[in-house]
């Protein structure tokens, strides 16, 4: 499919916002498994099916939901994914990441991005576990396509653009900060993208643990690759699902992951949500 071009964005950003009677969020946040409840407590809801915006690609995961949430939070104005596109369902890279141009265009210029992941072994000293927290410090992408691969649109930025400060810093303190005062460990982590839908081998844990990688998921990075070029400043928290492949040697089921996530997701909750009060 042809990549989107400016007047597509603007589409449907001003569809959005009239929608939304013209509000600026203060941040965009993009939910991944387990954490689609979280759009329940926004409060004065606006639910925007994806499947009503022009241009917007529809998400086919099942037990994620394809709508846009717009509503007030610890006294901000969030507008959340409940539901985000993979590669791995067909997509275009670019379509995965179309909605972070959308975001651009609203006004917006933080985002909270969250994912399930595998944990690859150690980070911060210790040993990984199912249900803990990362703060995304970095990404490795190590297959080839990028969202901004094509024809470049001049008004969201440069061709060729800086990837080191998009996992703002300031971002990944504040959520220390809320993790610390509400009592839990929030590790730092390295997040690694593989295109899936298969879970990994082994073989290839083993080589992106060797890369540097803490965590291995089939999300994130390009919408991460485009809110570098758009000037957004991210913050990416992974919810470790399952120890990746290899590691106990125990099989990875989408159930586990999706029990997983669910089972910490008020951890999570209030994590974004303390943050979020605090942006
Ligand atoms: N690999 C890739 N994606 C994932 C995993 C994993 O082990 N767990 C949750 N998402």
Known sequence: MQKAVFSDYRESADFISERIGGEKPDAALILGSGLGDFADRLEGQIVIPYREIPHFPISTVSYQKGELVFGRLNGKKILAMNGRFHYYEGWEMWQTAYPVGVFRLLGIDTMIVTNAAGGIGYSDGRSMRPGDLVCVTDQIKLAPMSPLRGANIEEFGPRFFDMQSVFDKKLIALA????????????DGVYAYMSGPQYETPAEIRALGVLGANLVGMSTVAENIFAA???????????????????????ITEDEVVEVASSISSKFEALIGGVIERL
Do not use: K
């Open 229 to 251: 070029q758009l000037g957004i400043r991210v913050l990416c928290v992974s919810c470790v699902t399952n120890m990746a492949a290899g590691i106990t040697g125990a099989a």
């Open 176 to 187: 220390h900060e809320v993790a610390a005062a509400q009592g839990f460990e929030l590790l």
